[in-house]
């Protein structure tokens, strides 16, 4: 964003609501709110838009310009945004951290709402099944669980060869209980096992279908 948002947009912007972001306008204002990346909008039907994280620091922010989002960051349900997969060098833990992801996780569960067939939000979608990996980290930390850094221990997780599987890691016991605790209520299916060299602990989960 090259520049702060009109007086019209920021009221908006101050009208989403809290708890899923949604915002509305006229066909042109959301545009306009898409192109500076302050909202997104909903890929299915009926195509409502919602503010990303930039969006809700401009909300949160009053009359301070928001800051602009980093280039080459992957789409995510809250718009611009990276699931931590754990062994991040920098990882912010801060409350603007802690926005991203609630808002990554309101979205996400929209798209649940939106795309499987009932309308459930308490099991992964498709969406999902295509993302295996960011979706299993996007869900750990939005439940609370710290993702591994540069030297601190946390969660890691990984692909594996298996279809519809990741791999989570934990040097701590506690810690991988809550990974599994976090998935389980997600909407996963966990099981725990033991590595054949080391017998390091670890959690497979996939995404539960019913």
Request: net charge neutral; aromatic share 4%.
């Amino acid at each position: 964003m090259t520049r702060p948002p009109t007086a019209a947009q920021r009221r908006i912007i101050e009208a989403a609501d809290p708890e899923t972001g949604r915002v509305s306008g006229s066909p042109a204002q959301l545009a306009r709110l898409v192109v500076l990346k302050l909202a997104f909008r909903h890929p299915r039907p009926p195509h409502d838009h919602f503010l990303t994280p930039a969006g809700h620091r401009v909300r949160e922010a009053g009359d301070e310009p928001p800051a602009a989002e980093p280039p080459g960051e992957p789409a995510a349900p809250g718009g611009p945004f990276a699931a931590r997969l754990g062994g991040e060098q920098e990882a912010d833990t801060g409350p603007a951290r802690a926005r991203e992801v609630r808002t990554a996780w309101q979205g996400l569960l929209e798209i649940r709402r939106m795309t499987n067939p009932d309308g459930a939000t308490d099991r992964p979608c498709a969406w999902e099944r295509g993302r295996l990996a960011s979706s299993a980290a996007l869900a750990l930390e939005a439940a609370g669980c710290a993702p591994a850094g540069g030297t601190s221990p946390g969660y890691r997780v990984r692909d594996t060869p298996q279809p519809e599987a990741v791999a989570v890691q934990d040097p701590e016991p506690d810690g991988l209980a809550a990974c599994a605790e976090a998935l389980r209520e997600a909407g996963w299916q966990v099981s725990e096992h033991a590595q054949p060299r080391g017998g390091a602990r670890y959690l497979l989960a996939s995404p539960r279908r019913a």
